[in-house]
């Protein structure tokens, strides 16, 4: 088996590097399923505490290879391949696992991000993108539609009019335009981006990871919520932290202006 995903951990941050440069790192079944395997690891790991996904090569990821048997049509076929059975097998969990993850995911955008690519990227917390990076959904170009969260994730962060234009049309928006538009966090020099994503993931590995998993799902579950229910989350979530020793860490760590200790208990 091939190294499709490379997978290390320094300290408390874990990062993974999605490897098939030769392909831009364009999905087939293996790297599905090691990727899969790794996020198992990453899920089970208390000692890691933040999560940055990178690609090798000059590409983020171009989204599904589409010569890979998993979704390649044999014309002689009379039944056409099952692409939702495909996306529910492989992408949808993948998303899935990135939304429920209780530990930040931080995208390192190193180039384009393609279809599924960029669907990957947009459900990471944060994304920081080199000044080289694009985002591109060319999916009804070729007969489909977003899949992956795509749809879901850019709506929300671009509104109506601006996700209709990128996702029919197809066109290449640049990092600097999808930070000014706050589709992504922070744009960074290709020599530099690694560099600040490894900063900015050990600024949130230092917080108390208790607080850090409630505010990320506070956050991504408010879209399904009127007010009051949001109100009454918030409520439950400061009466179960308030109890929490990393509540006590931290109010002792700021009297005392030390860092804390956070224990995620």
């Not at 505490?49 to 979704?71: E, K």
């Not at 600024?203 to 799902?217: C, G, I, S, Y």
């Not at 979530?237 to 200790?261: C, I, N, T, W």
Request: glycine letters at 6%; one cysteine or more.
């Amino acid at each position: 088996m091939s190294n499709t995903i490379q997978y290390e951990v320094n300290k408390s941050i874990a990062c993974i590097t999605l490897n098939r440069p030769d392909k831009l790192n364009s999905f087939n079944v293996e790297m599905h399923t090691q990727l899969a395997q790794v996020m198992q690891q990453v899920e089970s790991d208390d000692g890691v505490r933040c999560v940055i996904i990178t690609g090798a090569g000059r590409g983020f990821c171009a989204g599904q290879d589409l010569s890979d048997r998993a979704v390649k049509s044999d014309n002689q076929q009379s039944t056409p391949v099952d692409l939702g059975a495909s996306v529910e097998k492989y992408y949808n969990p993948l998303i899935r696992r990135i939304s429920q993850l209780d530990k930040p995911v931080i995208c390192a955008l190193n180039g384009v991000a393609a279809g599924a690519g960029a669907s990957i990227a947009l459900a990471c917390d944060f994304v920081i993108a080199s000044n080289k990076a694009s985002f591109i959904l060319a999916f009804c170009a070729v007969g489909l539609v977003p899949d992956s969260g795509a749809s879901w994730h850019m709506i929300r962060s671009l509104g109506l009019a601006r996700t209709k234009a990128l996702a029919l049309l197809g066109n290449k928006l640049s990092a600097e335009k999808a930070q000014e538009w706050g589709l992504i966090w922070q744009v960074s020099e290709p020599e530099q981006l690694l560099q600040e994503a490894n900063s900015l993931a050990q600024q949130l590995a230092e917080k108390p990871p208790l607080a850090v998993a409630a505010t990320k799902h506070l956050i991504n579950d408010s879209f399904d919520k009127v007010m009051h229910q949001q109100l009454e989350e918030e409520r439950l979530l400061m009466q179960r932290l308030g109890r929490s020793h990393d509540y006590q860490e931290g109010v002792a760590a700021f009297m005392q202006k030390r860092p804390g200790q956070f224990k995620g208990c």
